[in-house]
């Protein structure tokens, strides 16, 4: 539970209620009210974000930081795209309902309706992709040469150049167990009982999920997904959400790449649709299982004594289309690269590389596939590896241009905020003025 804060709803409400509300900043046209400051605070708290200092000083010169910049979006007609909006809400609001346990609760716990609470989230996150997008256009132009990096490189001291961590490339062969057609038809009988008992009324197929959904995320909330675009759900289960119609019956049983669903629509708004889903998977037998890693010892096998590349051996046996497209190689997701640092790998795969050399090939081993969360059959390959060093500018222009372009970048912007505090009138109420503020400016004599 992410609820670290130990603040019990009653503590929280009593602190909200007890708020005798007052303006304690104008920045420009704006006021920044001091129910406003509390309630960041609390929700720092509720979502275990440490804040650097002293609240009462931090959370007001943020919202003044922000308010300048919507300010300038403004002059400058920047505005956010409401779908990519809505997106980012309905995912924050579904994890916020995951990690409290249920809607009821969330709306306790602020002490507001799911109605304000979305329409708040609503406003942080469009204030929050309008201000991104003013801070891009402001640095945008913000680019660096070779001489520029060179010279950068050469200015640091050897404290000062930054330490690259250990890297990895790997190669991936990630073959699925033959799932036999007995366990694909138990899987496939329970569902159908489960639509059964919903469809004649006797249980509920949110208590149903939250009993059975080997979804876990979902299966807290009784299996609700929350509002979501078509393109945002696997193709194979959107085309029937999308096509029910009734919320009180259930879907046929749909296969797709995470198992076998049934769904139940809980409602349509424009293009979005929310429902439930109860997801089951077959079980592989332990004979299935050790068969599969036989056979991808064998293929290990051949490519260590070359009778296929490894290259070769993803495309005939690779399960997983996705690294199959890229000769097996793997992609770091948060970087878009191809190159891991040890924490980023699964768990798995991270124990079988760390000592393997380059080139190395990998005994088999069972792994969690992070896409479909279902057990695959493993054999790595080490492309590259690249022991923790620090940066220099043949292994590490990359990383050394961004740094230097994101110290520039830094540099700008707190120059830009220095000016507009000049440019515009800032009044702090004198009780919430002895703060050692990031921007000094605020305050003017």
Same mark, same amino acid.
């Given at each position: ?58 959370? @007001? ?185 009734? @919320? ?115 005994? @088999? ?43 520039k970048k830094e540099e700008f912007l707190t120059k830009w905020i220095e000016k507009k505090q000049k440019e515009t009138y800032i009044s702090i109420d004198p009780a919430w003025q002895n703060c050692d503020f990031k921007y000094p400016g605020w305050i003017k004599h």
């Open positions: 539970m992410l609820l670290a804060c130990c603040l019990s709803f009653a503590n929280i409400h009593a602190q909200l209620n007890n708020i005798i509300d007052e303006v304690i900043w104008i920045v420009g046209d704006e006021s920044i009210l001091k129910s406003e400051v509390e309630e960041q605070r609390i929700r720092a708290q509720y979502e275990g974000v440490s804040i650097d200092g002293d609240p009462y000083c931090v959370i @007001p010169e943020q919202i003044a930081i922000q308010k300048l910049y919507l300010h300038q979006a403004e002059l400058d007609s920047i505005e956010a795209n409401e779908s990519a909006v809505m997106n980012q809400v309905e995912m924050r609001m579904n994890y916020f309902i995951s990690q409290i346990g249920s809607k009821e609760k969330l709306e306790e716990y602020f002490g507001k309706s799911l109605v304000a609470l979305r329409e708040d989230m609503r406003t942080m996150v469009r204030d929050q992709m309008i201000i991104q997008q003013m801070q891009h256009k402001l640095v945008e132009n913000i680019k660096s040469t070779p001489a520029d990096v060179r010279r950068f490189y050469a200015s640091l001291s050897s404290d000062s150049i930054p330490t690259v961590p250990a890297q990895v490339e790997l190669q991936i062969i990630s073959y699925h167990p033959r799932i036999r057609q007995d366990e694909i038809d138990i899987v496939k009988d329970r569902l159908r009982e489960f639509s059964e008992r919903v469809n004649n009324g006797t249980t509920e197929f949110s208590t149903l999920a939250r009993l059975y959904s080997e979804d876990t995320e979902t299966a807290k909330r009784g299996g609700e997904l929350g509002f979501l675009g078509k393109g945002q759900l696997v193709p194979e289960f959107a085309n029937v959400a999308f096509n029910l119609t009734d @919320p009180k019956r259930v879907s046929r049983v749909v296969e797709t790449e995470f198992g076998y669903h049934i769904i139940q629509l809980i409602e349509k708004r424009g293009d979005r649709i929310n429902c439930r889903h109860i997801l089951m998977r077959p079980k592989i037998s332990l004979e299935d299982k050790q068969l599969a890693i036989q056979k991808m010892d064998s293929v290990a096998d051949a490519i260590r004594n070359e009778k296929m590349t490894f290259e070769q051996g993803v495309m005939h046996f690779s399960s997983d289309k996705n690294s199959a497209m890229n000769a097996g190689l793997m992609l770091n997701q948060r970087t878009g690269t191809s190159k891991f640092e040890y924490q980023e790998l699964p768990q798995e795969v991270a124990k079988v590389v760390y000592d393997m050399k380059v080139a190395e090939i990998s005994e @088999p081993f069972v792994m969690i596939d992070p896409t479909s969360n279902k057990e695959v059959i493993a054999v790595v390959k080490v492309k590259s590896k690249v022991e923790t060093h620090k940066a220099n500018l043949i292994d590490d222009y990359q990383l050394l241009r961004n740094y230097y372009e994101g110290m």
